[in-house]
């Protein structure tokens, strides 16, 4: 235990001090300062530690959160940036590789996939599916519509109008995409009926990043989607934690969904992703999770892909000398 608690201070104390340098630098525009630091973080954060970031202190529960708020803003300028290089192409699609995570969404998207086709009742064929949070980088929804769900419909919603320009730009060229890939700007919170005619919703990991925002959303879903529709959330797990919001199972049962899976992967897919799906008796009432029958409550499985940590790191290693390396515009 008490080398336990070393290791989860030192960690601590690193991401602190990232953290740090994170918050003075003059903005969070991709370049190799911006590059080298975060994916520092990414790999300081990535592997297996006893750290339950739920449980941390007030000091370090507000580092986190203010950290959280600094990945988001990176992360969107990062897409942002990768989205308006890729329309400059006459067909944006035929080079999405030139993002450097995006072997990570293919993975991370194959993995939801399977999931939903292996833990929802009578397997996953939806005729449409709402992203909530898609950002100028569509990837997730691109990577289901073209290898998993080729007759799909796809809504993408985003709270930034500048977000989806950028993203219905790489499907002009794709008719098929084109024509099952559309965007909407809106807060999910002004959603109501439209919510009740999908067969999936995929709701993103920075959609909400307090854990009383993600609450909310949740609550605002089962609220108003279909029964039987699944819900797919991305979460975090560990030191990953310090990524992304970490999602409480117990809050989707009691937003009136049945729990289905939980995985939580240890390789270079950093979000967990959990399955749900909206129960007909509201999930989890009085204790009871909707999954729960006269034999007593149902475990909810929790599962995990085999562990590619060592390559993970490599990975993470050859991408910071890329961006390194690689000419980035201001």
């Given at each position: ?306 562990c590619r940590f060592g390559q993970m790191v490599a990975d993470l290693t050859q991408k910071r000398d890329e961006f390194a390396t690689a000419e980035v515009a201001f």
């Amino acid at each position: 235990m008490e080398s336990q608690n070393k290791e989860v201070d030192a960690l601590v104390q690193k991401i602190t001090g990232l953290h740090a340098a994170i918050s003075k630098l003059p903005s969070l525009s991709p370049c190799p300062d911006v590059n080298a630091l975060f994916t520092d973080l990414v790999t300081a954060c990535v592997p297996p530690s006893p750290v339950d970031v739920t449980k941390l202190g007030p000091e370090a529960q507000t580092m986190r959160e203010g950290l959280i708020r600094l990945c988001s803003e990176a992360e969107g300028k990062l897409e942002a940036h990768y989205s308006d290089m890729l329309a400059a192409f006459d067909n944006p699609l035929d080079h999405l590789a030139l993002f450097p995570y995006y072997s990570n969404y293919i993975n991370l998207s194959k993995l939801e996939y399977e999931l939903l086709a292996r833990y929802v009742p009578g397997g996953i064929a939806p005729a449409r599916v709402a992203f909530i949070g898609s950002g100028p980088l569509p990837f997730s929804s691109f990577v289901l519509a073209a290898r998993h769900l080729p007759d799909t419909v796809f809504d993408n919603y985003d709270l930034c109008g500048a977000a989806n320009d950028r993203a219905s730009r790489l499907f002009r060229a794709d008719k098929d995409l084109g024509a099952r890939m559309s965007f909407h700007t809106a807060d999910v919170a002004d959603l109501a009926g439209e919510l009740g005619a999908y067969d999936v919703i995929f709701l993103a990991a920075l959609v909400g990043m307090a854990a009383e925002e993600k609450t909310k959303v949740i609550a605002h879903l089962g609220a108003h989607m279909a029964n039987g529709a699944a819900l797919v959330v991305r979460s975090a797990h560990g030191a990953r934690g310090f990524l992304y919001p970490i999602v409480d199972p117990e809050d989707i049962g009691r937003g009136g969904f049945e729990v289905l899976a939980v995985c939580h992967p240890d390789d270079d897919v950093v979000n967990s992703v959990i399955i749900a799906r909206k129960s007909d008796d509201g999930g989890l009432q009085n204790g009871r999770r909707g999954g729960q029958d006269a034999r007593g409550t149902v475990p909810v499985p929790v599962v995990s892909p085999p562990c590619r940590f060592g390559q993970m790191v490599a990975d993470l290693t050859q991408k910071r000398d890329e961006f390194a390396t690689a000419e980035v515009a201001f």
